[in-house]
């Protein structure tokens, strides 16, 4: 799989050039696979730092969590030392959360890796068209999401400004239900992904059912 073996380079050249890889997950389902096959892959697991871009307001051990999903196909499966894989706490309540998760990661100057999703709507991360979100600033690391459009309402995301702070950005899409959406940011139009603009720009990985005919 093309995405997992870009991964694995971007962890090697980071791990040579500065003894560690600093990687951020996209949730959802489109990313399942490419953790699959991470968890085979041959890499120094104890350099690698793993964060979160989004997640649901939930238990710990909700099913829906994005934490839970990346452990179970991967992250429990692997050496990485478990003080280096820092969850969003977020079944503290998002502003709590947002607060944390940003103490977490102020000590980060740029991510080595980030790898993001697409939404039918062009939502990346938790970052829903036309949302209110509480702590807006274009500078903020983490915001407290509060009427999000789909269940639960309540969810913590990394601001566009954070995700795009990396030396490279990889958006893994599928489906035909993303097509528009696709249609749409190749169009220029202003949808959330588009928010996310690291200097390096970004790379997608889509399957062919997300391009119109």
């Known amino acids: 799989m ?3 073996r870009t991964i694995i380079q971007a962890a090697q050249q980071s791990i040579d050039q500065r003894r560690a890889f600093r990687i951020v997950l996209a949730g959802g389902t489109t990313p399942r696979p490419v953790y699959e096959r991470l968890r085979a892959c041959d890499t120094d697991w104890s350099a690698w730092h793993v964060y979160f871009g989004d997640e649901r307001c939930l238990p710990a051990d909700d099913a829906e969590r994005n934490s839970l999903m990346a452990a179970q196909v991967w992250l429990d499966h692997v050496a990485i030392p478990k003080g280096q894989i820092f969850p969003i706490p977020a079944e503290r ?3 709590a959360a947002a607060a944390a998760y940003a103490i977490t990661l102020s000590g980060i100057e740029s ?4 790898l993001l999703g697409l939404g039918e709507d062009g939502h990346t991360a938790s970052l829903f068209p036309n949302e209110a979100r509480s702590d807006c600033a274009s500078d903020a690391a983490a915001i407290a999401v509060l009427a999000a459009p789909k269940p639960p309402a309540q969810r913590v995301s ?6 795009g ?3 490279q950005v990889i958006f893994l899409v599928s489906g ?3 097509r528009q959406a696709v249609t749409d940011w190749r169009n220029g139009l202003a949808i959330p992904a588009a928010e996310i603009k690291p200097a390096a720009g970004v790379d997608i990985y889509a399957n062919a ?4 005919e």
């Open 2 to 4: 093309a995405a997992a």
């Open 93 to 95: 309540g998002a502003p």
């Open 111 to 114: 991510f080595d890796l980030v």
């Open 158 to 163: 990394l601001s566009a400004s954070r995700l």
């Open 165 to 167: 702070a990396a030396r």
């Open 176 to 178: 035909a239900g993303k």
């Open 209 to 212: 059912q997300c391009y119109s």
